[in-house]
């Protein structure tokens, strides 16, 4: 059997939107306080958001996430911790990465009780579905969506069992809260760093039964579900995926973008999309996952050639537009109608 270490690896708890299928209209930015700034762990952080209006919030189900424009002006999405059925708060639990850039780290650095900032509404791309049973299997700050799941599930007195796999005790966000709340419900893994110390999924997962997993967390941990998980039933196992388009590469080089209509150019460097070298020139484009995957900051290209990293274009398009947060130049210049 084929298995690896479930062990955390760095990964922010930004979560990607739904699907070019599943895609809605851009929601229009409401303004939330930032009511409470907790730190969970050395690098895991809680925040609290009320209206800063004061009007109602909008409802949401368990694996819910919301885009929170960030200090640095960079757009995230965050998953949502509390219960969402009539909310006065929206709860988020995030990961601090040193090499952030510009949205973990700008959150926790640059952002304290009583800022407002931008977001939009919930959307929910890991929707929770009825079922006979459960078995939630989170990984370090993965846990954010499953515990929304978990209060549901055991306020409603439906039946799950939750498995949660990180480096230390230390590094378990909620882990005492989870403890005293689940009990025998919950099963705590901790590898100590060490690639052989992975949990054994297999039992879990030899025989296909009459449950749905729901699975949020590193890389490798899902890459593990999805291998003792092969022969269950499609759709059965769902996951909350974390795995970013890739913006910048070891090897990009930096180039310029000739901005047509407002006779600029701006130089990308090799380390920025080019999204944020518009942003750090005073260059105002809509954006909203920064992920390449929602079609916001869709632009005409007029000429170059684009190195295209987005999971949004169509393949008819690729010659004509660009997603801003994820590609780049593949040589040359580029000129953007902007």
Known sequence: MLSRAARAVQFDGAVGPPARSEMAEPNALTRLTVAGKRRLTSDIWEFTFTAADGAPLQPFEPGAHIGVETPSGAMRQYSLVNDGRAPDRYVVALKREPDSRGGSRSMVEDTEVGRI???DAPANSFPLAGAPGYLLVAGGVGIAPIRAMADRLDGEGRPFRLIYCTRSAAEAAYL????TRFGERLTVHHDDGDPDAFYDFWDDFAEPRDIRVYCC???LLMEEIRAVSGHWPEGR?????F???EAVRPDDRPFDVVLRRSERTVAVPADLPILEALRAAGVAAPSSCESGVCGTCKTRLL????DH???VLLDEERADFIMLCVSRAKSGALTLDL
């Open 303 to 306: 000429a170059g050639e684009a």
């Open 243 to 245: 795995r970013p388009v």
């Open 237 to 241: 196992v769902q996951f909350e995926d």
């Open 176 to 179: 005492d809260e989870l403890r």
């Open 309 to 311: 990293r987005d999971r």
């Open 117 to 119: 900032l931008r977001a």
């Open 217 to 219: 967390g590193p890389k």
